[in-house]
T-cell receptor, first 115, second 113 residues
Framework: AQKITQTQPGMFVQEKEAVTLDCTYDTSDPSYGLFWYKQPSSGEMIFLIY??????QNATEGRYSLNFQKARKSANLVISASQLGDSAMYFC????????????FGTGTKLQVIP | SQTIHQWPATLVQPVGSPLSLECTVE??????LYWYRQAAGRGLQLLFY??????ISSEVPQNLSASRPQDRQFILSSKKLLLSDSGFYLCAWSGRGLDSEAFFGQGTRLTVV
């Protein structure tokens, strides 16, 4: 069974500063995929970034990067140069076998960017 | 480009009434399709997923059912709604690749009264 843990229910960050959102996971699958999604107040789920368990390098997408530490089973999301539009819920998610089927989501972190 | 449509956006239904939420995908073929439910302030719970027409996998026992009558159509149904069925329902699709992310619809906020 898979489990995703996000221990920060809420976070504040000053505009233009960087912020790290924590995510730890537990799985017995030999390979897996890790995702981060953003959910603004509108409710839409927006895909941000993906990391495969066998990827050698940490994933990056624009201002988003994933700090993947396989031994520690953590997949933290780093947002650089925070913007007001980054205020939203952020969900870490995990899938078996590197694909998307039966993805398990964490409980989310609410990020608020302060001007 | 691929798009996913989900409707209605908001729904208020009395207890005991039936439910039908529809989701369609455009611009891709043979997608994996998913229904999720999100309780207020919580994460997403996978309800059903489908890898093909007529193929439905249920993740949790509940008062809901799903059907996939066409390749790009996914329907969430209930014969008699319960108060506990209230929530935010999200439809999603993904490709078949190992690193395929999911694309979500706009969601349906269901309130059972």
């Amino acid at each position: 069974a898979q489990k995703i843990t996000q221990t920060q229910p809420g976070m504040f960050v000053q505009e233009k500063e960087a912020v790290t959102l924590d995510c730890t996971y537990d799985t017995s699958d030999p390979s897996y995929g890790l995702f981060w999604y953003k959910q603004p107040s509108s409710g839409e789920m927006i895909f941000l970034i993906y990391q495969g368990s066998y990827d050698q390098q940490n994933a990056t997408e624009g201002r988003y990067s994933l700090n993947f530490q396989k031994a520690r089973k953590s997949a933290n999301l780093v947002i650089s140069a925070s913007q007001l539009g980054d205020s939203a819920m952020y969900f870490c998610a995990m899938s078996p076998s590197g694909g998307y089927q039966k993805v398990t989501f964490g409980t989310g972190t609410k990020l608020q960017v302060i001007p | 480009s691929q798009t996913i449509h989900q409707w209605p956006a908001t729904l208020v239904q009395p207890v005991g009434s039936p439910l039908s939420l529809e989701c369609t995908v455009e611009g891709t073929s043979n997608p994996n399709l998913y229904w999720y439910r999100q309780a207020a302030g919580r994460g997403l719970q996978l309800l059903f997923y489908s890898v093909g027409i007529g193929q439905i996998s249920s993740e949790v026992p509940q008062n809901l059912s799903a059907s996939r009558p066409q390749d790009r159509q996914f329907i969430l149904s209930s014969k008699k709604l319960l108060l506990s069925d209230s929530g935010f329902y999200l439809c999603a699709w993904s490709g078949r690749g190992l690193d395929s992310e999911a694309f979500f619809g706009q969601g349906t906020r269901l309130t059972v009264v």
